[in-house]
């Protein structure tokens, strides 16, 4: 099955052919041709066809292209036009360059998705576009490739719907690695041209006698045999890759082979005329609502949410399963980073043409939303779709809180940038940790109908009792702090509550500098009392402390990122309990919300209760 590698190292660009090179060519032909001699087959070779195929574009085939230029070979070249001119990949360039000498480009989706998986227009348009978008650079394409060799009956009709002659297969032909009982070749021609069979995609634990075998074993029945390479690198640690000195090897050891046995690209062995191009269905334009698909993550593509995929870059382990139950429903998505140095992990939803991924509007902002419970700072990372089908990264969101229980993460995006056709978005981890998500959310803002401001005299702060428990801190709050300190959170109960049944203990044991305080959660909006700039606030809480204490006041400011903003007056120690009150001065300008908690610093016990945040035009009195 083959893969795509995101961040492969960039190949060698075509050019002079240097003596060195020449050299190497000439040895390895000595070499080998010596060993063909020994071992060459005491009768006659039946009529055999050797196709070397490329699959996903990766920039450092085109040292394989070298060796086969200087061999006189000609190959097959899959590629999956969204990935064209990406870092790692081939350029139009250098697809230009294949064509001109000689070599096949075939077709391989736009975004090399697992076609079983997608709804039949997503499919279609991932065979078809692929292929509208190589005839627009110039190229003719009559074959194609299965990504990760995923076919079925509905699949391949839709291939030969799109105007290809063949699409190939992987694993139906026998090796010493799999597929035991299975023939040594294909026919040609072939019995099924929409599933041409082929050994498995060659890989890094491959030998020369590997390969050798695989060719030998055809010449004994003769036939068609089709190789697949991903990586042709002497520094990649891709499974799916083979170093271009054993690349060297078995090519020149081809080229030595008996005339009955010869080296041809797949539309040379399929023929036939290209036929009209056909594009896919138009994308769905924007929809109205939740604009994202499965967002419950409730319907399951095999193991995996259906319209969704794990994405990530850089130098990190990551780990995804479903679990249950869910935030609602009975699934949720877990995500485990482990052996972390840099980059990050996320589930998105697809990276697609529009089947899943959400239709977007150009100038539009969209609020995002996703619940969530994680052991480590999370945020959106956002991408969005290019008239072509590929994909580029857009933008993050700021900084969400770990969360022992599910809270709400919510963000509204800036204006989509001009040429964009969709979004993908999702909450990432960039260290090691665990991060659980479920029902996540996309609304264009535009029709999100602003509420109205509550009534005077409204208690903004949510669960303000503290009586809804949330783990260790109550739901919608959650502990805060800084400098050098021992800070303990829990929850206390019965006569120790000021009204209910549960109020805040903290404790500080050891004190060097700092504070520690009970916030209401620095979020985006599910949590955080919502607050409007210029407006004046009356704070309010009940407690009881052993050490004097003060409100620590936060506000969220217009690009979603918290600042400190102030402090109300030293509040005296108490041993039962106490209004606490303080009335801000006018909220900054660009402001959307408020957070604020009594705070202790020194050592020393603090328990609260019942808080309050009114707009000062029409507070009730104290």
Not at 181 to 189: K, L, N, R, S
Not at 522 to 542: E, F, Q, V
Request: proline share 7%; hydrophobic share 40%; with cysteine.
């Amino acid at each position: 099955m083959n893969r795509t590698e995101v961040n492969g190292p960039p190949g060698r660009r075509f050019g002079k052919v240097l003596l060195a090179a020449a050299t190497a060519i000439a040895t390895a032909v000595l070499s080998v041709g010596a060993a063909v001699l020994v071992a060459a087959p005491a009768q006659a070779a039946l009529p055999t066809v050797v196709s070397l195929t490329f699959d996903d574009g990766n920039a450092d085939q085109l040292t394989a292209a070298n060796t086969m230029n200087l061999l006189g070979m000609k190959g097959t070249f899959f590629i999956p036009s969204g990935f064209i001119n990406a870092p790692g990949y081939l350029t139009q360039a250098d697809l230009t360059t294949l064509k001109n000498a000689g070599h096949e480009i075939g077709g391989h989706t736009v975004t090399h998705p697992d076609l079983t998986t997608l709804p039949a227009d997503e499919a279609t348009r991932q065979i078809c576009n692929d292929r509208v978008n190589l005839a627009n650079w110039g190229f003719t394409t009559t074959s194609f490739a299965y990504p990760f060799a995923a076919e079925n009956p509905a699949v391949q009709a839709l291939v030969a719907s799109c105007g290809y002659n063949s699409a190939r297969g992987l694993g139906d032909i026998s090796t010493k690695f799999g597929c035991n009982g299975c023939p040594f070749a294909e026919t040609i021609p072939p019995a099924n041209p929409m599933v041409t069979q082929a050994p498995d995609e060659v890989e890094s634990t491959w030998t020369l006698a590997d390969l050798q075998g695989i060719v030998t074993k055809a010449e004994s029945v003769g036939g068609w045999v089709q190789f697949t390479f991903h990586h042709i690198s002497a520094t990649s640690t891709d499974p799916l890759n083979i170093k271009p000195a054993l690349f060297l090897q078995f090519a020149t050891w081809l080229k030595l082979r008996p005339l009955t046995t010869s080296i041809k690209t797949v539309q040379q062995v399929i023929g036939g005329a290209a036929k009209p191009l056909v594009s896919g269905p138009p994308v769905p334009p924007q929809g109205t609502g939740n604009l994202v698909k499965n967002p419950g993550l409730e319907t399951l593509a095999g193991t995996v949410p259906q319209c969704w995929q794990a994405g990530g870059y850089g130098t990190n382990t990551a780990a995804f399963t479903t679990v249950t139950p869910g935030h609602s429903g009975t699934r949720a998505e877990k995500l485990v980073v482990s052996g972390y140095a840099n980059g990050d992990a996320k589930l998105l939803p697809s990276l697609d043409l529009g089947g899943c991924s959400p239709t977007a509007t150009v100038g539009h902002s969209y609020q995002l939303s996703a619940w969530y419970t994680s052991t480590a700072n999370t945020q959106f990372v956002l991408y969005y779709r290019t008239g072509l089908g590929s994909w580029a990264y857009w933008t993050s969101s700021p900084w969400f809180p770990a969360s022992t229980t599910y809270q709400k993460a919510m963000w509204t995006t800036p204006a989509l940038p001009a040429g964009a056709s969709g979004v993908s978005f999702g909450l990432n981890l960039f260290s090691n940790g665990t991060l659980v998500t479920d029902d996540y959310e996309m609304y264009d803002a535009a029709s999100i109908p602003v509420p109205p401001p509550p009534a005077p005299g409204t208690n903004l702060v949510q669960n303000a009792g503290l009586e809804t428990p949330s783990g260790a801190t109550p739901q919608c709050w959650q502990g805060a702090g800084f400098g050098t300190n021992t800070a303990a959170f829990s929850t206390v109960t019965g006569a120790e509550a000021h009204s209910g049944t549960a109020a805040e203990k903290l404790a500080i044991t050891a004190y060097t500098n700092g504070d520690a305080k009970l916030l209401s959660t620095l979020d985006s909006g599910a949590c955080s009392p919502a607050a409007i700039a210029g407006n004046t606030y009356s704070l309010r809480a009940w407690y009881k402390s052993t050490a004097v204490t003060q409100f620590a006041v936060y506000y969220r400011d217009s690009g979603g990122v918290w600042q400190l903003w102030t402090y109300g007056p030293w509040l005296a120690a108490s041993p039962t309990y106490t209004q606490a009150s303080f009335t801000t001065t006018a909220l900054p300008a660009g402001a959307t919300a408020i957070s604020f908690g009594l705070s202790l610093f020194n050592v020393g016990t603090l328990t609260t209760d019942d808080y309050a945040m009114y707009n000062t035009v029409g507070a009730p009195p104290l």
